[in-house]
């Protein structure tokens, strides 16, 4: 219950500082301007956050695809930065396979569009090093 407290303590940290950013910014700016704002905001916080953290996807011991989630933050959560249009289906899925490939529970998927869109993703499974997906 403990870890669950500090997440949620942290992601109150983290979604003001999303609508402070956009509210001085506005809409219309690509993704990185959003991701460095942010990471100024969220270092101004007294948060420990780092850009374009690396993923790294193992098959049967060898790497096979390497990614880089916008945001890291305080080694618990993967924030991932978005400004387009709409959320998709696909932007959720990107964030839930980073939660995997660094084994992290929790991650935020922000939309700097013309409004901010927040959305919460928890991945409470973790995979060992040994352990494969199994197929539905």
Do not use: C, W
Not at 58 to 68: E, N, Q, T, V
Not at 74 to 84: F, R
Request: hydrophobic share 35%.
């Amino acid at each position: 219950m403990e870890k669950e407290s500090t997440i949620t303590t942290l992601t109150e940290k983290v979604i003001p500082e999303a609508y402070t950013v956009h509210n001085a910014l506005g809409p219309g700016f690509l993704e990185k301007v959003y991701e460095n704002a942010m990471l100024i905001e969220l270092r101004e916080a007294g948060l420990r956050a780092e850009s374009q953290y690396p993923v790294q996807v193992y098959y049967k011991g060898k790497l096979i695809g390497d990614y880089y989630a916008d945001l890291f933050i305080e080694d618990v959560l993967i924030v991932e930065l978005k400004a387009v249009e709409r959320l998709s289906v696909t932007h959720e899925v990107q964030l839930v396979n980073y939660l995997s490939g660094t084994n992290t529970e929790h991650g935020l998927l922000i939309n700097f569009g013309s409004s901010v869109t927040i959305r919460h993703k928890y991945k409470t499974y973790r995979k060992t090093d040994k352990e494969t997906r199994r197929k539905q």
